[in-house]
């Protein structure tokens, strides 16, 4: 009897993040998978077209250059983010004066919405008074379009990276916590400078805490959209369209766009599609990373 009451218990406690995960994320999952073997406008009864949206989906060059799109965002913010996190995380977890204050100010930005933080610097790269053009006018200097130009992509990517940094810094900081003192100390007695300890000690024994950190930062840049959607809708001409705003496009038309037709099944299965390519990645990376451990 005190068993089933203690079982009783526990599936009370464990039944509302049940409902919700069920509810909220695998019903939904399922709710959008069945379509995407139908033409389906949100309206009326779907239509069944076999593989017509994969058809369709291999003739889009469109979301093809999403997925270009993708992998330049998502290189761009993993190649600037993690050095960076890792130089921050290396100077503040030393004993300097400050060091907490500068941890919280650093990390701030990752509790921050996506959609807030990209209204701040679409407050700084406005192209007509936004505070970046202001400050080079007043040197002196040639506005530029930052929002609607080339120069789009190196934007998102900016703030991409400046939401992101202190989170990993964190776990960097966590990583570096668990190093021995010891081992500086003896690299230090044989003659080690700062560098050589840095690049003999540091990142090896960071070796799993570095694997993580670049998983989760290649999920999280394979997956992120919101900032853009916010900055650019994808503009100009498509150049910062990355896969998942294109899906987010599809499910919820833009009112700017010429298409403003809600598109279910398409979108459907380009959202399957696209949630295939960043598993392979991330199997990819997976797999790479636990054979460079075993060699």
């Avoid at 039944?15 to 995407?36: D, E, K, N, Q, V």
């Avoid at 009326?44 to 993708?70: C, H, M």
Wanted: aromatic fraction near 16%; avoid cysteine; charge should be positive.
């Amino acid at each position: 009897m005190k068993r089933r009451i203690q079982l009783i218990n526990s599936y009370t406690f464990l039944f509302p993040s049940l409902f919700l995960t069920l509810a909220l994320g695998i019903y939904p999952i399922i709710w959008a998978l069945r379509y995407m073997f139908f033409d389906y406008q949100g309206y009326g009864t779907p239509k069944y077209i076999g593989l017509g949206n994969f058809a369709r989906l291999f003739r889009d060059q469109e979301y093809w250059d999403s997925v270009s799109n993708t992998f330049i965002y998502a290189g761009g913010k993993i190649l600037i983010t993690i050095p960076v996190s890792l130089i921050l995380a290396v100077i503040l977890n030393r004993a300097i004066k400050g060091r907490g204050f500068l941890r919280a100010v650093y990390f701030m930005p990752t509790i921050i919405s996506s959609s807030v933080m990209a209204i701040v610097f679409f407050s700084i790269f406005n192209s007509f008074n936004g505070m970046l053009n202001q400050f080079l006018i007043r040197f002196g200097l040639n506005p530029l379009d930052w929002l609607g130009s080339k120069h789009a992509m190196l934007t998102v990517i900016i703030t991409a990276v400046w939401g992101a940094i202190g989170n990993y810094m964190l776990l960097f900081i966590a990583g570096l916590q668990g190093i021995p003192e010891d081992i500086y100390e003896s690299a230090s007695l044989d003659g080690a400078n700062a560098v050589q300890k840095f690049w003999y000690i540091t990142i090896p024994m960071l070796g799993r805490v570095l694997q993580m950190i670049v998983m989760l930062a290649i999920i999280t840049a394979l997956k992120g959209y919101e900032s853009i959607m916010v900055l650019t809708e994808g503009g100009p001409f498509g150049t910062t369209n990355v896969m998942y705003l294109y899906v987010y496009k599809l499910f919820f038309p833009v009112p700017s766009e010429t298409t403003t037709v809600q598109q279910i099944g398409y979108g459907s299965a380009v959202g399957f599609t696209t949630a295939i390519i960043v598993g392979a990645i991330t199997g990819l990376y997976f797999y790479l990373s636990k054979k460079l451990d075993q060699e």
